[in-house]
DNA sequence: TGTACATCAGTGAACGCGCGTTCACTGATGTAC
DNA sequence: TGTACATCAGTGAACGCGCGTTCACTGATGTAC
């Protein structure tokens, strides 16, 4: 057995209270928002002293960075596990859906309002590329079907993104739009933008979704 | 004449300093973001002491809400001034990127991650509202041209929010649409989630209007 | 099985800091007669 | 024009607070022989 899946009781208890603190940083985000993050206060509610924490985490920033990285790798398991029976984009977009209404702090700590000076490590970002490829996979659009616009010809020069997939502009463009339209129904409706108004969001995520799969207009 | 017009000077000062006090809070949300925002730290760069803010405003809290009321003010004359030369969504659609990027931070205010607990005061909401208004008109949908949805016929009984605007259910989707598509590629390049890509944030952002307005394979 | 030592989790005291906010005050500006 | 008074902007001291972080320490757990 080689030393990788070895694991010590003191490793496994350092494990455990890591992930206890970031399950109260997640709950003190999602109750006072990300500004009122205290380390000291994760530690009283877990009844230990501050300083104990420092143990587990260097600082209060990369508790931060690692509640982003958690982040980032949830929603791409999400993605795989929605793409495993093979591409298919209504499966992403509802697995998207609720993994966000799942916990809706945890959808903003990705795409919502960003830190000034904050820049997330080059890990977090490579995860960040990750997530692309099941969506290019599921946004494969068979043969050149309809006009190039100047924008396919603009993503055929600027595909660095798509990271060696071999999609067709059509492709590339299908993907970042479903990325887009889906996020923006999405977002609107997690931050509330929609309470009030009277309309039920899901309908309008899956009008979207029915959209982007083949609007009845063809 | 009336007392509406007559501005007395220590009113025009109380306004002047007001407006300071403003233009100090954006630059350091600008500069630090949201948690940073501190009374202390503008007074101190306005060369006052802390607690003569408290002439101009209540609390840190009041200070915020006026804020997110300019920045909700400010959209809807933008979207108001760009409507005046009558209906036309890509002129709506251009306003709208024009004003984010111009300072993103005041879209963030406004679309960006929600604070727990945090409602905004009725009179906010309802310019919120105010903005549906243009929206509405550079939307409308001549005739019934496309079989209505199931989502239409959930809009026909769900339209609160239209506040009495006479628009049929396919204008409403179209509205809904167009404000969910805007907003999702917009809030991704105002956020960063574009840069590194490659790809020109402004093609994606005109290929979604034009597909909005009239996409090639109708 | 027992002893000696190393590792490491957690504590309590302490640091300096900046925060929001209150209070009693000074001094300048405006108003009434 | 001058005097008496009211208004109000801004100050400085003070409040209690919680923050991130360091440090020297205690005591429990694990390791080597």
Redesign the pocket.
């Known amino acids: 057995m080689a030393d990788t899946g070895a694991e ?3 490793e496994r ?2 494990a455990q ?1 890591r992930a206890e603190i970031k399950k109260h940083a997640r709950e003190q985000l999602a109750t006072a928002g990300a500004s ?6 994760i ?2 509610r877990m ?10 985490f ?4 990369e508790l931060i960075t690692e509640l982003i990285r958690d982040a980032y790798r949830s929603l791409a398991d999400t993605f795989r596990a929605a793409a495993a029976a093979g591409p298919d984009l209504p499966a992403l977009a509802h697995a998207l859906r609720g993994w966000a209404l799942h916990d809706p702090h945890r959808y903003f700590l990705i795409y919502g309002t960003p830190v000034p000076g904050y820049h997330a490590p080059d890990d977090v970002t490579s995860i960040a590329r990750e997530i692309m490829a099941p969506l290019l996979d599921a946004c494969a659009v068979p043969p050149p079907d309809t006009p190039a616009t100047p924008f396919h010809t603009h993503l055929e020069d600027h595909r660095q993104w798509a990271d060696g997939h071999p999609a067709a502009p059509a492709t590339l463009h299908r993907a970042l739009t479903a990325w887009t339209r889906l996020h923006g129904a999405l977002s609107l409706e997690l931050a509330g933008h929609f309470t009030g108004m009277g309309f039920d969001p899901e309908l309008l995520f899956t009008a979207e979704l029915d959209d982007l799969t083949g609007p009845p207009t063809r």
Request: glycine share 8%; no cysteine.
């Open positions: 010590t009781p003191r208890y350092r209270v009122a993050l205290s380390l000291n206060a530690a009283k009844g230990m002293s501050g300083p104990a924490l420092y143990r587990y260097a600082s209060r920033d």
